[in-house]
């Protein structure tokens, strides 16, 4: 059976519309809770990056070193589990400072990924990830009337540690009424749902 890790990286917690359909979703997969491990971001908010930190990853420190203990036990949490899902809502057309922290955590030298003459090479195996990208306005498609920085940098980073099999899903117009949340709803809804009982099925 999948295990899902499901980071939930917005100011609305359970509330956001994201979060929401999102769960939906997994429980519709037949998902039930006893697979899905869930990180807050922002009500169990990471410590950020402190000088421990910083210098164990510029020096050769060992992967139990004290500076490391935050990073290592999110890294060991996502080898645990076989399916990433990042809910996730665009703050000034990028990710939120939640989630890049997590990633700050998470994307470590010597650990996921190595640093090689060509560049970064992901150490982590990679899986099917689902990237829930709420918006009060669009960013995507013929009504978008600002720059998407979220997708293509999520994107490039989860590949630095070996992640690329992911799967945006954009939520979009949330500030528009409830008529616009439940067009968007409907619009991701079976795509997205489509997507995870495909990728369910094959890891
Ligand atoms: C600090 C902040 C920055 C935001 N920046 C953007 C933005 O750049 N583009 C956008 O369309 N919406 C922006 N929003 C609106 C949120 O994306 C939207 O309220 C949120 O995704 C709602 O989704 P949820 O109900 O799933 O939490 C911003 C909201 C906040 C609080």
């Known amino acids: 059976m999948n295990r899902i890790l499901l ?3 917005g100011p609305h917690s359970d509330a956001s519309h994201g979060y929401r359909l999102a769960r939906e979703t997994l429980a519709a997969a037949g998902i039930t809770d006893a697979h899905i491990t869930e990180r807050d971001l922002v009500q169990a908010p990471l ?15 060992a992967h139990d070193a004290d500076g490391l203990q935050q990073s290592e036990q999110l890294i060991v949490e996502l080898e645990q589990h076989d399916v990433l899902f990042i809910v996730t809502p665009m703050h000034n057309f ?10 700050d955590h998470v994307i470590r030298i010597h650990r996921s990924f190595a640093a090689t003459p060509q560049g970064k090479v992901g150490l982590m195996k990679d899986r099917p990830t689902f990237v829930l990208v709420s918006s009060g306005g669009f960013f995507a498609g013929e009504r978008a009337k600002q720059q998407d920085f979220l997708t293509p940098y999520l994107r490039y980073a989860l590949a630095s540690i070996g992640i690329s099999d992911i799967h945006f899903f954009p939520l979009q117009g949330l500030v528009f009424g409830p008529e616009a949340v439940a067009q968007a709803i409907s619009e991701v809804r079976l795509p997205m749902s489509e997507k995870l009982s495909r990728a369910l099925a094959i890891s």
Do not use: M
């Not at 410590?47 to 420190?61: C, K, Q, V």
């Not at 990028?94 to 990633?103: D, E, F, Q, R, S």
């Open 7 to 9: 980071l939930n990286c």
């Open 47 to 61: 410590p950020p990056i402190g000088r421990d930190y910083a210098l164990a990853i510029t020096s050769n420190t």
């Open 94 to 103: 990028t990710i939120p400072a939640a989630l890049k922290l997590w990633l």
